[in-house]
């Protein structure tokens, strides 16, 4: 599964593990429709193992801990239950570990889908999948959205209390009026909950988005296309651009942009040859033989509110069908403009190049929220043609 894409459940009671090269915690919270607990029993972890329709089994260390959902007994009033992981090591990143979700039939095992977030870093917890109710029947979704503060962060976010106890026999001594102290053997028990940290942000706060402006992307960075807390849901403009490096030679060279679902399966691809897809959602502005003039050598007008529910991902190519390398190309390029209005959002400059004919500029993927974020590639790939770049785009997503 990639970020965002869901799968209908065909079992009632199904177990989702998160494995990992570290002991991770996991645990699986209940929530309303406006994305809050009840109460504090709607946190089932390792402290609190069972809930209405949610149990928490621990791993032991020789196996990943799971949670796992019965479709069948959880409460009126439940539509989501979000399964979060988070390093049991205090203060551990996912810096360098990728953790995988296995979605499984609770009753015979069987393998329904299995999700690894991409692009960890500084993020201490992680809401991983969520197990949701839509027009009565229960879905999986891959979510892979991360906080830097923790566990707590997640749970305090969804509503869930978090304050340390205050620890009554260190604050109210029991003491009777005519009773000598209690003896030393009688220490007072401490909690062993945290401090209470901070109120967690939002799920993906932290994200560059589009509230301050144009955007200039580094190689792998990420922007949410969100401004003003708002999803980007109309046309936008991927224009693509180059420059011969050498003078007086052209440069031919072809733009496409490849679709994909939500298992990475290909959908179609909108190329020179294919000039409209999606049932034009996606148009491309035809090919440019030379690479010489100003401004964009070709554009992809993308309809991002008429793009089909199936498609999850795009892929931004550049070829060289005449098998010229990128050696020889200079000042590449792919930028996201607003189409109506023409204003440049974001931009991607390609600051290397490799003796290759094809590159990955950038890739738009749906989230589970319903934005689209656009991250900056620039990988390489030996194929003059679009069609050899469907594989490694669908590896890349």
Not at 230 to 248: C, D, H, I, N, T
Request: net charge negative.
């Amino acid at each position: 599964m990639t970020p965002g894409s869901n799968i209908p459940l065909s079992a009632a009671r199904v177990t989702v593990d998160v494995a990992a090269p570290v002991r991770l915690d996991v645990s699986g919270l209940l929530l309303t429709a406006d994305g809050k607990v009840r109460s504090d029993d709607d946190f089932i972890f390792y402290n609190q193992p069972t809930g209405p329709g949610v149990t928490y089994r621990s791993g032991g260390g020789a196996a990943p801990d799971a949670i796992t959902v019965d479709t069948g007994a959880i409460p009126p009033g439940i539509e989501k239950i979000v399964v979060t992981a988070s390093p049991d090591a205090a203060g551990q990143t996912f810096q360098g570990i990728e953790p995988t979700a296995t979605i499984r039939n609770a009753d015979d095992n069987s393998v329904l889908g299995t999700f690894t977030p991409p692009q960890l870093g500084t993020e201490t917890a992680l809401v991983v999948v969520e197990v949701y109710l839509r027009n009565g029947a229960w879905k999986a979704r891959a979510v892979g959205q991360g906080y830097a503060n923790g566990l707590a962060g997640i749970a305090t976010d969804f509503g869930v209390s978090v304050e340390e106890p205050a620890p009554a026999p260190a604050a109210q001594p029991v003491t009777a009026p005519a009773t000598p102290p209690a003896p030393p053997m009688q220490t007072p028990v401490t909690p062993p909950a945290p401090p209470t940290p901070p109120a967690a942000p939002p799920i993906g706060a932290g994200k560059i988005n589009l509230d301050k402006g144009r955007v200039s992307l580094q190689k792998n960075q990420t922007v949410s296309l969100v401004k003003g807390g708002r999803p980007l849901l109309s046309q936008v403009k991927m224009g693509l651009g180059w420059e011969p490096a050498f003078r007086g030679k052209d440069i031919d060279l072809d733009a496409s942009v490849i679709a994909y679902g939500p298992q990475r399966n290909h959908i179609d691809s909108c190329y020179f040859g294919k000039l409209s897809i999606l049932n034009g959602a996606i148009k491309h502005s035809g090919d440019n033989l030379t690479g010489e003039g100003g401004g964009d050598d070709e554009v992809i007008v993308v309809d991002l509110g008429r793009i089909p529910p199936e498609a999850t991902g795009l892929v931004f190519t550049v070829n060289s069908f005449s098998g010229q390398k990128f050696t020889e190309v200079a000042k590449a390029y792919c930028r996201l403009l607003d189409a109506a209005t023409g204003e440049e959002l974001v931009r991607f400059d390609l600051t290397g190049a490799e003796a290759q004919t094809g590159v990955m500029m950038a890739k738009m993927i749906k989230q589970f929220s319903g934005e689209w974020e656009m991250t900056a590639m620039g990988d390489f790939v030996k194929s003059r043609t679009v069609r050899g770049m469907v594989k490694p785009a669908a590896q890349a997503l």
